[in-house]
């Protein structure tokens, strides 16, 4: 065993067993506050309610946690136990060129991933979404989405794939630096692409209607200085109860979308509010922010696997005889994960602090009681426990817990 094989156990059995902790702090926090609604949310949300969300989360973090203990045997076995060697010295008897060896055992490899988390898959959409009630989805749709999906990873995952690892062999020791361009370019242009030409694969998009909502977003939109392609309603409840609003695009191409399902529950002046957090977003340059931080990320990322590509003690201490650059691609795909684990606590703060600039923006521009009652209303309807415990989601949660959050709005000197 060399010694990264031993760094490597050390760093899956950490950020494992750290994981497991945390799930097991929210599940037990959780319950403990399971028999009364807190102070702040006691006219709002009921008893019963609370309880649903409660049991709601609790059966989403068992599920989570059965999800992370197949995770680490599936990475153990791909690694270690020789799976991802199998892969590559496979394709390597088929003598193709190295780029198509590559592109197939990698395919491989992900391929069976997929099929292997499927049952995990439809447990949490047929059992756990179902029993909860927000589940709309039917067997015929889920494997029409998971056709969906392969045709679209054929047709825009493997030639980018390829170009990629011809690229790792054809253009020398820099080819890390071509890479990362290359993926930055490619990944900014799906961006632009998603909402006009991949988000209409899955979904219907309908342009709101005119009407009293119409002219309060384009007032609302007037006030902030905010260009968009157009504000459309996705047809969510295809799939699920689950209500939300989001941007999707850039440049010239955003568009503002809310869930069908977001647009029954709330009022107007509620959906205005949601829609300024969000706008809130892009004119607090959250956006850019959060791009310019993966562009950072993607190259330091490619930097190191330019390091580790000549690194014999990389590949076989992962359980891979044969180097090459599309195993070493591979290998760091699936190992890196369990390194940066640990700064996701800093990644998670970053967004919070985005989510409170995000309301004040809100506050500012249109009503903070409106946006207030608006975030009770999506606590209630999607079942979020609104008591969480504060390491848990201090670790994880990219908004900040619902107490704290209101809280901060109801302080905001602006609060009309
Ligand atoms: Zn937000």
Same mark, same amino acid.
């Given at each position: 065993m060399n010694t990264f094989t031993i760094i490597f156990l050390i760093a899956l059995t950490l950020s494992f067993m750290t994981q497991y902790w945390l799930s097991k702090r929210q599940i037990k926090h959780v319950l403990d506050h399971r028999q009364q609604v807190p102070d702040a949310f006691k006219e709002k949300v009921s008893l019963e309610a609370h309880q649903k969300a409660a049991d709601y989360t609790v059966a989403k973090a068992r599920v989570s946690d059965f999800d992370s203990i197949l995770g680490v045997i599936f990475l153990l076995i791909l690694t270690l136990g020789g799976g991802i060697g199998m892969a590559f010295n496979f394709w390597s008897t088929?003598?193709?060129s190295p780029v198509v060896t590559g592109l197939g055992a990698i395919t491989t490899i992900f391929l069976v991933m997929h099929v292997l988390e499927l049952p995990t898959s439809i447990y949490q959409t047929f059992v756990i979404e179902e029993k909860f009630g927000f589940n709309r989805n039917t067997p015929k749709q889920f494997i029409k989405d998971q056709f969906t999906q392969l045709l679209l990873m054929m047709i825009i995952g493997l030639p980018i794939l390829a170009l990629i690892i011809w690229i790792m062999d054809s253009v020398?020791? @820099?080819w890390w630096l071509w890479a990362w361009a290359i993926l930055i370019s490619f990944s900014l242009l799906m961006s632009w692409l998603f909402p006009t030409v991949i988000a209409p694969l899955f979904n219907k998009f309908t342009p709101l209607e005119e009407g009293s909502l119409k002219q309060r977003i384009h007032g609302l939109l007037e006030r902030c200085g905010f260009k968009s392609k157009g504000i459309f309603i996705m047809d969510g409840s295809k799939r699920s109860g689950h209500g939300n609003a989001y941007f999707t695009g850039i440049g010239n191409n955003k568009r503002i979308v809310f869930f069908d399902t977001l647009v029954e529950s709330l009022d107007d002046e509620e959906l205005e509010a949601v829609l300024a957090h969000e706008l809130g977003h892009f004119k607090c340059k959250h956006v850019l922010k959060m791009l310019g931080a993966t562009t950072v990320m993607t190259l330091i990322s490619f930097a190191v696997l330019g390091w580790l590509i000549g690194e014999q003690w990389f590949y076989t201490g992962l359980g891979v005889t044969e180097p090459s650059s599309a195993a070493a691609l591979m290998l760091f795909m699936l190992v890196s994960p369990v390194f940066t684990f640990f700064t996701q606590p800093i990644s998670a703060f970053f967004q919070r602090k985005f989510e409170f600039e995000a309301d004040d923006f809100a506050a500012n521009n249109a009503k903070a009681s409106m946006l207030i009652s608006g975030l009770v209303k999506l606590y209630k309807e999607n079942a979020n &426990? @609104? &008591?969480?415990d504060p390491l848990y989601s201090a670790f994880h949660y990219s908004h900040p817990p619902a107490a704290i959050r209101i809280a901060h709005l109801e302080n905001n000197p602006v609060n009309g």
């Open positions: 088929l003598d193709f020398g020791p @820099l &426990t @609104l &008591t969480p």
